[in-house]
């Protein structure tokens, strides 16, 4: 390939990215034959518009959050548990809402709220809020880009986290051990743990088809989690072992079901 086909081999680059998941500036300076300090401007140019993300040495597929994906409409179980979730905030309430889509569905919610300050480790969460009527005092973690779970992790971070004091953690989980608590497959515990650490009330976001899920991480324990809100399909048994374990139970239900 010419070295002075700038389109071309951006473009070479964007599909050796999707076909591998990575690429790091050395490797393609030797593929491409030419030096790193050019593909640092390909990078750099094609972050611009908008079509990966640059991380240290190298690049990164677009984050899932960084991309509107209409074609996926938020569920009537999340949407109700977003609401119920709004409607324990308080107005110019100081708070905490972690990366994940059921949380994400509460910031449409979040408008009619005056002088709230949030905390969030998502860009989805934090390009949302730049929305809103009401807009929020916005405040980011700052950290690590982890592609996985699509969010800001690591020590800074953890610091940045325990600079602050917060009245509540909106948090998801993908799922919920009856016996243990929350659990998640993402191996990267230390942030969730922090928030829940520096807020005054954890609360819980999850449907009910979670509950029960078998997964090895366990992210908080019961004894760190004050409220927990799902939907109404939540079995008895369920509801009896979560509200025994002194946690505050909500089940939503959709909107067409509170009219009937």
Same mark, same amino acid.
């Given at each position: 390939?010419?070295?002075?086909?700038?389109?071309? &081999?951006?473009?070479?680059?964007?599909?050796?990215?999707?076909?591998?998941?990575?690429?790091?500036?050395?490797? /393609?300076? &030797?593929?491409?034959?030419?030096?790193?300090?050019?593909?640092?401007?390909?990078?750099?140019?094609?972050?611009?518009? +908008?079509?990966?993300?640059?991380?240290?040495?190298?690049?990164?597929?677009?984050?899932?959050?960084? =991309?509107?994906?209409?074609?996926?409409?938020?569920?009537?179980?999340?949407?109700?548990?977003?609401?119920?979730?709004? +409607?324990?905030?308080?107005? !110019?309430? #100081?708070?905490? =809402?972690?990366?994940?889509?059921?949380?994400?569905?509460?910031?449409?919610?979040?408008?009619?709220?005056?002088?709230?300050?949030?905390?969030?480790?998502?860009?989805?969460?934090?390009?949302? %809020? &730049?929305?809103?009527?009401? @807009?929020?005092?916005?405040?980011?973690?700052?950290?690590?880009?982890?592609?996985?779970?699509?969010?800001?992790?690591?020590?800074?971070?953890?610091?940045?986290? #325990?600079?602050?004091?917060?009245?509540?953690?909106?948090?998801?989980?993908? +799922?919920?051990? /009856?016996? #243990?608590?929350?659990?998640?497959?993402?191996?990267?515990?230390?942030?969730? &743990?922090?928030?829940? @650490?520096?807020?005054?009330?954890?609360?819980? %976001?999850?449907?009910?088809?979670?509950? +029960?899920?078998?997964?090895?991480? /366990?992210?908080?324990?019961?004894?760190? =989690? !004050?409220?927990? =809100?799902?939907?109404?399909?939540?079995?008895?048994?369920?509801?009896?072992?979560?509200?025994?374990?002194?946690?505050? %139970?909500?089940?939503?239900?959709?909107?067409?079901?509170?009219?009937?």
């Amino acid at each position: 390939m010419s070295k002075r086909n700038t389109p071309q &081999r951006r473009h070479a680059i964007l599909a050796l990215l999707d076909e591998q998941g990575e690429v790091g500036v050395d490797q /393609l300076a &030797r593929r491409f034959e030419t030096s790193e300090v050019t593909i640092r401007k390909d990078l750099a140019a094609l972050e611009k518009n +908008g079509l990966l993300l640059r991380r240290y040495g190298g690049a990164v597929p677009l984050p899932q959050e960084f =991309i509107a994906d209409t074609s996926q409409p938020v569920s009537p179980w999340k949407q109700a548990i977003a609401r119920a979730a709004v +409607g324990c905030i308080r107005e !110019h309430a #100081r708070i905490i =809402i972690d990366s994940g889509t059921t949380t994400a569905a509460m910031i449409p919610q979040l408008g009619h709220k005056h002088g709230l300050v949030v905390m969030t480790n998502s860009l989805n969460v934090a390009t949302a %809020l &730049r929305e809103l009527e009401h @807009e929020p005092v916005l405040l980011m973690t700052g950290g690590t880009w982890d592609p996985h779970s699509e969010s800001f992790q690591g020590q800074v971070a953890e610091q940045v986290l #325990r600079s602050y004091d917060f009245d509540q953690l909106f948090i998801g989980a993908d +799922g919920i051990d /009856l016996a #243990r608590g929350t659990t998640t497959f993402n191996e990267l515990l230390g942030l969730s &743990r922090v928030m829940a @650490e520096v807020a005054r009330e954890v609360i819980v %976001l999850a449907e009910a088809d979670k509950v +029960g899920r078998r997964i090895p991480n /366990l992210e908080l324990p019961w004894s760190s =989690i !004050h409220t927990l =809100i799902t939907d109404e399909r939540l079995s008895e048994e369920a509801r009896t072992s979560i509200q025994a374990r002194g946690v505050r %139970l909500i089940c939503a239900a959709p909107e067409h079901q509170q009219e009937n």
